[in-house]
């Protein structure tokens, strides 16, 4: 994976660098131990299974967080979105908008 790769997927790495002190090779560790790592994707699909709007809003919160750190654009968006819908715990069928989540982490999973 490089800066280039992450860029042409719509990574803000001017801002995924500079969180990173411009230290690239830092910064690429932190964006592959990210993406290799699925507990909190797994988390959220349990909860989102069990109707627990509660864990699966601090779930999405947690995976919110870390893709902003990471400038993760593509899947910050996509998680930002479930997150709001979460914070007002909005009685609804999410597997649609999850699976657009693994989608994106999953392509950029493919680029390491």
Same mark, same amino acid.
């Given at each position: 994976m490089t800066l280039d790769d992450l860029k042409s997927?719509?990574? #803000?790495?001017?801002?995924? +660098?500079?969180?990173? +002190?411009?230290?690239?090779a830092f910064y690429i560790k932190m964006v592959n131990m990210f993406l290799a790592d699925g507990s909190k994707f797994d988390a959220l699909k349990s909860a989102l299974d069990?109707? #627990?709007?509660? #864990?699966a809003f601090?779930?999405?919160?947690? $995976?919110?967080?870390?893709?902003?750190? $990471?400038? $993760?654009?593509p899947l910050q968006t996509r998680i930002s979105e479930i997150t709001e819908l979460l914070r007002?715990?909005?009685? +609804?069928?999410?597997? #649609?908008?999850y699976q657009e989540i693994i989608?994106?982490?999953?392509?950029l999973k493919a680029l390491a």
């Open positions: 997927v719509g990574v #803000d790495i001017e801002d995924g +660098m500079a969180r990173c +002190m411009n230290n690239e069990a109707g #627990d709007l509660n #864990d601090e779930q999405a919160h947690a $995976l919110k967080g870390v893709c902003a750190n $990471l400038a $993760l654009t007002s715990r909005t009685e +609804m069928d999410y597997s #649609d908008k989608k994106c982490w999953n392509e």
